[in-house]
C-alpha cells in the first residue's frame, strides 16, 4: 500500500471520490490535488507521520511567515512542542518537474524561511530530489548540509541515511517509528528504494540536465559522465556488504564533495578493470557535480527496480538526445518482447543483433534465460547455479554490433545496468565482413555461420553508396541483378555492382551469412520489402535463402512515438541449408529456361529486332529518295519522329512479352517450387500492440497472443522440418 492509501486509511487525509481535491483532516484544509506540488506536498506530510513518526498535531501546514516587510508561505512546519510554539523543521515542497537550478532556489528560500522561524533543520524536496541542512544556533547561520532530517524522538543524527537491511521508504505497516519520544532512540536507517519507470526517467533525465548546465557542457559528454556514475551506483549496489552497513554511493555527515568524488573514484576504478572497453576514461565531474548527482541518484536501487521499467526509463531518456544528435529510433519495448517471447532462445544459443543500439533486444534475451534459470535453480537456495546458468549466457552467447561507437558504449552501459557487464557489444559497421570485424574489435566470434539467433531493427531509409562504402560488390543484393529475358547475355552476366543499395536490404543478406543452418532471425522491416515491384529480386533472394517462417504486420502507429513513421511487419525466417538454396535457385532458373525455350522467345526477340531494323533501313531509303540532294545528316533528322515512332513499337511489344513471360514464369513457380519445398506460412495483423501513436499504454496487446502461437508454430517446425 502505498502513502497516499495508507494516509486515508489511518484516517490523516480524504480525497473526494475523483480524487481532484485533498482535505488534511487535523488541520481541516481543503487543496487542489490536481496541484504537482500538491502531490509532493501530501506525501511529504505522510512521510513526516508515519515514516518519521512525528505526532500529527505537532505539524502544521502552509503557514505564514515574516520576511521583513513582506508574509511569504511555508509549506509544512514540524514543530518539538505540542503547543507549536518552537519550529523544529521547516519543509519545502515544489513539483517533480523541477531543473536543478529552479531547486537550488527553492533551497534558498525555505533556508531563509528556516532561519527567519527559529527551526533547527530544513528539508526541501520535490520528490525526485532531496536536500536536507541543519541551522547552527549561533550566528552565522551558515548552512551545514546533513544526509537527513531526524526521525521523532531523535536526539543525535546519524552520519548517513541509506544502509544494506534498513527500513523501507514506502512500507509504512511495519515501519512506523514510536510515537513517543525516546532520547535513547537511534535514528533508523533506510533500505535503496524500488522506483516506478516514469520515476527513473525524471531522476535520468534531470540529473542529466544538471550535467549538460543549460549548454555550458555537451550533452554527449554531460550522458558520457552520467553513463559511469550510473555505473558506481550500481555497482556499489553489488558490492558484498553485511546487513547494517552504509551503502558508499550517498551523502556522508560532516565530509567535503571532495571525500564523496573519492569514494566514487574508488568504486569507478573496478569498473576500469572489469570493463576497460567501456571505462577508458576517468570521471572528469568535478566534486560538487559527483554531490549533485549523488543526491539525484543515492536513494534509488537501480538493481532492484523492474527490468522493464529500467528499459523504458533508459531509453525514454535516451531517446530524445540521441534522435537530436545521431537521428537513432529504438525499437518499442512491447514489438521487442514479442519477437524474443516468440523465439526458442535457451542459454545454449548464440544470440546476434547486428544493430543493436542500446541494446534493447539484447536485454530480453537476457531476461528470458534468467526467467529459465527459475525453473531449474532457486534464486535464493541456488543462488550460484542460478547465476551460473544466466550469466554464463550473457557472457559467451549474446553479442551486439553498433556503429556508433558511444551508442555501444551505453549499450553495454544498460547490460551493466541490468545485471551484467560481460556481454560481446562491439562498435563496428555491421555490414563489414566478420573478419573485418574481428580484426578492427579483437572480438574473434564475430563469426559468419556461428549464430542460432539474430534478432533486429536495422536502420531503415539510408542507402549504402559504392563510391562510399567498397563492400557493396561483395553482396549478392548489392549487385545489379541479371534480367533472365535479356538476351545480351555476355554482357549482363558480368557482375556489376549498383550505385547504392537500402541497409535494411544488405542486412538481410548479412543476417543470413552470420546464422548457422536452420537458424532463426527475426527482422523489423520497412513493408515496402514485402510489397514494391521494384523490390521483387529482393524476395526472390529471400525464398532461396530463407524458409519464411511468419509475417506479422504492425500498426502504422508502432513507431509514432518513438519519431519514425514508415509501416512496417516483423519478418521469421530460418536459414535454408545450402544444399537446398542450390536446389531451389536451380529450379527457378531451369523454370526460366523452359519458359523462354517454349515460348521461342530468343527467336521471337531477334525477328522483331530484324523488322525493327528493316522498317528504320526503309525510311532512311524512302527519305533519300524523296531527297536525293540531302547528306546523311539531314536524312537522320528527316526520319527522326517516324524513327522513334518505330523504335518505341518495338520495345512495347518486347515488354509486353516480357510481362506476359514474367506472370507465365510466377504462376508456374509455386507449382515448381512445391516440388522442392511446401510449407505453411505463419500470417498475422497487430492493430492494437498496447500503446497508441503517443506511446499512452492501451487495453489491449495482440502481439501477446499472436507471440503465443507463433511460438507454438515455430515449435512445430523444429520438431517436424528436418
Not at 570485424?437 to 536502420?459: H, L, V
Amino acid at each position: 500500500m502505498n502513502l497516499i492509501d495508507t494516509g486515508i486509511e489511518k484516517g490523516l487525509i480524504r480525497l473526494d471520490e475523483d480524487r481532484n481535491f485533498i482535505t488534511y483532516i487535523h488541520q481541516n484544509k481543503k487543496r487542489n490535488y490536481n496541484n504537482p506540488e500538491e502531490k509532493v506536498q501530501a506525501e511529504t506530510f505522510l512521510t513526516l507521520v508515519l515514516i518519521y513518526g512525528y505526532p500529527e498535531n505537532r505539524i502544521k501546514q502552509f503557514i505564514p511567515v515574516q520576511m521583513g516587510s513582506e508574509t511569504k508561505e511555508a509549506d509544512i512546519a514540524v514543530y518539538s512542542d505540542d503547543e507549536c510554539n518552537e519550529t523544529y523543521i521547516l519543509v519545502e515542497c515544489k513539483k517533480e518537474d523541477l531543473t536543478d537550478q529552479q531547486f537550488n532556489i527553492a533551497v534558498d528560500q525555505a533556508y531563509s524561511y528556516a532561519v527567519a522561524e527559529g527551526a533547527k533543520y530544513v528539508w526541501t524536496t520535490s520528490r525526485i530530489k532531496n536536500q536536507y541542512y541543519e541551522v547552527p544556533d549561533k550566528k552565522p547561520k551558515s548552512r551545514i548540509e546533513i544526509p537527513d532530517i531526524p526521525q521523532f524522538g531523535i536526539k543525535k543524527l546519524a552520519p548517513y541515511k541509506y544502509v544494506k537491511g534498513g527500513i523501507s521508504q514506502t512500507d509504512t505497516a511495519d515501519t512506523t517509528i514510536a510515537a513517543e519520544p525516546d532520547l535513547n532512540v537511534k535514528q533508523k536507517f533506510f533500505e535503496l528504494q524500488v522506483v516506478s519507470e516514469s520515476e527513473l526517467t525524471k531522476i535520468f533525465i534531470q540529473a542529466h540536465q544538471a550535467l549538460w548546465d543549460a549548454g555550458r557542457r555537451h550533452p554527449s559528454t554531460a550522458f558520457d559522465e552520467f553513463d559511469k556514475l550510473i555505473f558506481c551506483k550500481i555497482w556499489d549496489e553489488k558490492h558484498p556488504r553485511k546487513t547494517g552497513i552504509p551503502y558508499d554511493f550517498q551523502i556522508f555527515r560532516d565530509e567535503d564533495p571532495e571525500d564523496l568524488l573519492n569514494r566514487v573514484k574508488k568504486i569507478y576504478a573496478v569498473g576500469e578493470k572489469d570493463a576497460p572497453e567501456v571505462f577508458s576514461e576517468g570521471i572528469k565531474l568535478t566534486a560538487q557535480e559527483v554531490l549533485t548527482i549523488t543526491k539525484y541518484l543515492q536513494r534509488v536501487n537501480l538493481n532492484k527496480t523492474d527490468l522493464d521499467a529500467k528499459g523504458k526509463a533508459f531509453e525514454t531518456f535516451m531517446g530524445s538526445f540521441f534522435r537530436g544528435e545521431f537521428g537513432q529510433f529504438f525499437t518499442p519495448r512491447p514489438i521487442v518482447k514479442f519477437i524474443v517471447d516468440s523465439l526458442p532462445i535457451t542459454h545454449k544459443s548464440r544470440v546476434l543483433d547486428t544493430s543493436c543500439g542500446s541494446g534493447g533486444f539484447l536485454l530480453y534475451a537476457l531476461d528470458k534465460v534468467r526467467e529459465q534459470a527459475n525453473e531449474f535453480y532457486d534464486p535464493v537456495k541456488d543462488e550460484k547455479d542460478h547465476y551460473k546458468y544466466w550469466h554464463d549466457f550473457a557472457e559467451r552467447n549474446l553479442f551486439g554490433i553498433e556503429i556508433n561507437e558511444q551508442i555501444a558504449r551505453t549499450a553495454k552501459m544498460n547490460m551493466i545496468i541490468h545485471d551484467d557487464g560481460h556481454t560481446n557489444v562491439i562498435a563496428s559497421d555491421g555490414l563489414l565482413s566478420d573478419t573485418e570485424m574481428q580484426a578492427k574489435s579483437g572480438n574473434k566470434e564475430f563469426k559468419y555461420n556461428s549464430f542460432d539467433f539474430i534478432i533486429t531493427n536495422p536502420p531503415f531509409g539510408s542507402s549504402i553508396k559504392l563510391s562510399e562504402k567498397a563492400y557493396l560488390g561483395l553482396y549478392e543484393l548489392g549487385i545489379k541483378e541479371v534480367d533472365w529475358l535479356d538476351i545480351k547475355k555476355e554482357v549482363t552476366k558480368r557482375k556489376t555492382p549498383r550505385d547504392s543499395q537500402s541497409t535494411e536490404v544488405l542486412f538481410l543478406e548479412q543476417c543470413h551469412k552470420f546464422l548457422t543452418e536452420h537458424g532463426y532471425l527475426a527482422v523489423v522491416i520497412p513493408d515496402g520489402i514485402l510489397t514494391n515491384s521494384s523490390l521483387q529480386y529482393v524476395r526472390d533472394n529471400l525464398e532461396e535463402l530463407y524458409r519464411i517462417v511468419a509475417v506479422v504486420s504492425i500498426p502504422n502507429t508502432a513507431f509514432s512515438a518513438t519519431g519514425a513513421g514508415v509501416k512496417s511487419s516483423v519478418l521469421f525466417l530460418r536459414k535454408h541449408k545450402n544444399k537446398q538454396t542450390e536446389k531451389i535457385s536451380n529450379q527457378k532458373i531451369k523454370l526460366k529456361e523452359k519458359i523462354k525455350t517454349d515460348t521461342k522467345y530468343a527467336a521471337t526477340v531477334e525477328k522483331w529486332e530484324k523488322e525493327k531494323a528493316d522498317a528504320i533501313k526503309k525510311l532512311e531509303t524512302d527519305a533519300k529518295a524523296k531527297n536525293p540532294k540531302a547528306n546523311k545528316k539531314e536524312i537522320t533528322e528527316m526520319i527522326q519522329a517516324d524513327k522513334s515512332a518505330v523504335q518505341s513499337a518495338f520495345t512495347d511489344k518486347v515488354n509486353l512479352l516480357k510481362e506476359e513471360l514474367t506472370e507465365k514464369y510466377f504462376l508456374a513457380k509455386q507449382t515448381a517450387l512445391s516440388e522442392v519445398e511446401d510449407y505453411p506460412i505463419f500470417m498475422a495483423i497487430a492493430e492494437d500492440i498496447g500503446y497508441d501513436a503517443t506511446g499512452r499504454n492501451t487495453t489491449t496487446n495482440e502481439l501477446i497472443e499472436i507471440g503465443k502461437e507463433l511460438s507454438k508454430f515455430i515449435a512445430h517446425i523444429n520438431k517436424t522440418e528436418k
